[in-house]
């Protein structure tokens, strides 16, 4: 049993690496303490459903902005990640509880008392459990879609790498109207930032997701500002759009900790603007590349633009 008088450490695989200074943030970056009416709101819905969100685990800087709107990114399957990215602040470890099969029915609750037109439920990697957790997505949006029908959902899943294919298959068939899966950096630098995944595996689960369903909505994000160079991140656009991916994220990188990977630097927002206009030219249906954006920032207002782009492309034909 542990001994609750030692602190927990979040990040153990983490304790005994060298510490990355923080840099300063640059004027770009700045955002303002969470203080409204609607974010408290948004809090106690939370808490009164015992719900996780990435927007507090990750320590998101747009919390304040999204949170006074009521858009919160539900994170589903516990709060105990068991991959190490070193990106990212989710606590790390073997996960002590299994899949709370109640879950699904409060996120339900939760968007339906939030009046969400569009939700974001995401999860941490759950490698203990035999399909990845697929199966608890499954009934997330269903029980979603059941409580509130009028509401589109998006998913931001794990990559199920150690699961058979109808784990991904069990995901799609529930039909989520957006499936997120982000491949977070250029592959040159998964083994220090992503060493649990593989590029080629993301990439490829994406397109599988057209595959099966090439009516839903693919979405894939990556940070930049971990020391990748801009010819990269031309080449990432160039594989997402051969898997047929509609919609780019791109935000810049914050370090959560000293412990966690540095920030090589700050991207300028004009760098941004070109990355957008570049993805655009590729073919992307909807870009979002702005030093603040992360894959649920404004994710409502942007599925509906993508909704439009798509029809307006298919009226060309
Ligand atoms: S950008 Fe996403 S993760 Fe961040 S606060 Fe908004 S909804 Fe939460």
């Given amino acids: 049993m542990r001994d609750n008088s030692v602190p927990k450490i979040r990040h153990p695989e983490k304790a005994n690496r060298p510490d990355n200074a923080q840099p300063k943030k640059p004027s770009w970056i700045r ?50 990640c068991t991959r190490a990215c070193t990106f990212c602040n989710i606590a790390t470890g073997k996960p002590p509880e299994s899949l709370d099969a109640f879950e699904p029915g409060r996120v339900a609750v939760a968007v339906k008392k939030l009046g969400l037109n569009h939700v974001v439920i995401t999860s941490v990697d759950r490698d203990d459990v035999e399909d990845g957790g697929a199966e608890h997505f499954a009934q997330t949006i269903r029980a979603v879609r059941r409580q509130s029908p009028d509401t589109t959902i998006e ?20 039909k989520p109207d957006v499936f997120n899966h982000n491949l977070e950096t250029v592959p040159g630098l998964y083994p220090e930032v992503r060493p649990g995944a593989r590029y080629f595996h993301s990439l490829r689960l994406l397109q599988r997701v057209k595959e099966l369903d090439p009516a839903m909505f693919t979405k894939s994000g990556i940070m930049v500002g971990l020391g990748e160079d801009r010819q990269s991140v031309l080449q990432v656009m160039d594989d997402m759009r051969a898997a047929d991916i509609d919609f780019l994220t791109i935000g810049q990188y914050l370090q959560p900790t000293p412990k966690h990977h540095r920030v090589d630097r700050f991207v300028t927002p004009d760098e941004f603007a070109g990355y957008e206009k570049a993805a655009y030219g590729k073919g992307f249906l909807m870009v979002s590349a702005t030093p603040l954006t992360r894959s649920s920032y404004h994710a409502g207002d942007d599925f509906a633009q993508l909704r439009s782009a798509r029809l307006k492309k298919l009226a060309k034909r």
């Fill in 155 to 174: 998913i931001l899943t794990p990559d199920f790498i150690r699961c058979a294919p109808a784990a991904l298959e069990t995901v799609v068939a529930a």
């Fill in 31 to 80: 955002v303002k303490a969470p203080t409204s009416e609607g974010y408290k709101k948004t809090r106690d819905i939370m808490r009164e459903n015992r719900l996780v969100t990435v927007c507090e685990e990750a320590g998101c800087p747009n919390v304040g902005e999204c949170w006074s709107q009521g858009h919160a990114t539900m994170m589903i399957m516990g709060e105990v």
